[in-house]
Structure formats: C-alpha cells, structure tokens
C-alpha cells in the first residue's frame, strides 16, 4: 500500500512565445536541471526512495523524474498520466491507479510523482503544508497517508 507520496514540481523551462503543443515537448533549462537536482538530493537526505514513478506526458515532468531517480540511486520505469488534479480527491486517484497496476505488497511503500503546478497547489492546502510560491519550480513535498488523509510532513522550496 503506497503509504508516503513524493510530489515534485517540474524544473524551470524557457516556454516564451510557444505554442502549447510546444511546450509539451520542451526539456527543462539549464537553471530547471539544477532545481530537481536539488529536489533529489534534499530526498536522498531524507532517506527517502520511491518504489513508483509517475510522469505527465510532457518532456518537462519525464526528465524531472529521470533525474530525481537518479540523485537517489533508482531506475524506476515511469507511469504515465495525464496533467492536471486540482483537488485531494485526484491525488487520491492516481495513488488508486498505482496501487491497483504496480503495487503487489502491503507494505508501506513510496511513489514519487513529477506534477505541475495545479499540484502544488492541492499540496499546499495539505494540513502540515507550507504556502509556496507559484512560481517555485521543483518545489517538493512528501506527503503521509494517516487513516484516509493526506498530510505533508515536509517540504523543500527549491530556488
């Protein structure tokens, strides 16, 4: 059962003057590598290590989880779903769809999940959580389970 989620917002990406369609396809920036960087190595200091990757369909979330796994030492094959949840209920949903594809114990297990910015600010309204700008990109909470709610018991505001 996935018992602990690990939210990270995508890394910074240079979007001026695209379409939306290409924005999907556009990698993170220089300055966006470093954010996640961040993110992974704060997650390797916590001791924490996902047992499930989940990305959206665009580049930006994919590499973002490639490289947090790789700050911690995973080769996880990610998941694929589609952006956006903007209540606890669609977190709920994908820990669900996780959990009925991947998950084969009922041990307290981790997903990590690369998200835009709509969850982060489901994260936010968390009890336990911080307010974080919206404009903070890698922005990383890790979430607990405690009898059906959800609460952040941590979060790094990458710069």
């Not at 979330?61 to 952006?83: K, N, W």
């Not at 690369?114 to 982060?120: E, F, G, R």
């Amino acid at each position: 059962m996935i018992k602990t989620v690990i939210v990270v917002r995508h890394g910074h990406y240079d979007k001026a003057g695209l379409t939306d369609a290409e924005k999907k396809e556009k990698a993170l920036s220089p300055l966006g590598r470093v954010q996640v960087d961040w993110s992974g190595r704060f997650l390797r200091e916590q001791g924490l290590r996902p047992d499930y990757l989940m990305v959206t369909r665009t580049r930006r979330t994919q590499e973002t989880g490639e490289r947090v796994c790789q700050q911690l030492g995973v080769d996880l094959e990610p998941c694929s779903y589609e952006a956006g949840f903007n209540k606890v209920q669609g977190l709920d949903n994908k820990i669900a769809y996780l959990e009925s594809k991947y998950s084969t114990t009922d041990a307290s297990e981790t997903a990590l999940l690369c998200v835009h910015h709509t969850a982060q600010q489901v994260c936010e309204k968390l009890p336990g959580a911080p307010m974080l700008s919206r404009k903070i990109r890698g922005a990383t909470f890790v979430l607990r389970r405690d009898g059906g709610i959800w609460q952040c018991v941590t979060a790094y505001p990458t710069g």
